[in-house]
């Protein structure tokens, strides 16, 4: 009788561990499964890096693949601001102070002068080229040409 009441709570408490064993197997197994989806889903030529910086502290009560998760979504929080920042157009301040900056061709005019007097008087004349800067401030409308 002391014998089976010995070898039931032996049995008992080997049950008891082999659920905790398989409990922690099964994450074990969720984990593997998850990180060779993500592995099948890379493009191709993508590289792993090894991370170098501080671990991801799990918060109170939360279990790695929760971490995981929520690390994940902050992941794609931040690369949707990321490409929100820059989709965003510069201010037209911008603009205005790279177009000042910007150095206009010149172009060296010489004419004929008529009403002087000598064996052939000529002028010469530096002016900055018309068109590049024509094309472009108005080089969508000058692709597209006149409306009717």
């Known amino acids: 009788m002391v014998e089976e009441l010995t070898l039931t709570l032996a049995a008992q408490r080997l049950n008891a561990r082999c659920e905790r064993t398989n409990a922690a197997s099964q994450v074990a197994l969720r984990t593997r499964t998850a990180v060779e989806a993500w592995l099948k889903n890379r493009p191709g030529g993508t590289t792993i890096e090894d991370w170098v910086g501080p671990d991801p502290k799990p918060a109170k009560s939360e279990d790695i693949i929760t971490t995981v998760s929520r690390l994940e979504r902050r992941t794609r929080e931040?690369?949707?601001d990321l490409h929100r920042v820059e989709s965003a157009p510069f201010p037209?301040?911008?603009?205005k102070e790279r177009m000042r900056e910007i150095w206009w061709p010149m172009r060296t005019l010489q004419?004929?002068?008529?009403?002087?007097?000598g064996p052939r008087p000529v002028a010469f004349a530096e002016t900055e080229q018309v068109i590049p800067m024509l094309?472009?401030?108005?080089?969508?409308?000058?692709?597209?040409?006149?409306?009717?």
């Open 78 to 80: 931040l690369r949707a």
């Open 111 to 117: 004419s004929t002068v008529h009403n002087a007097e």
């Open 135 to 148: 094309a472009w401030l108005f080089g969508d409308l000058m692709v597209k040409g006149p409306t009717p």
């Open 92 to 95: 037209s301040s911008y603009g």
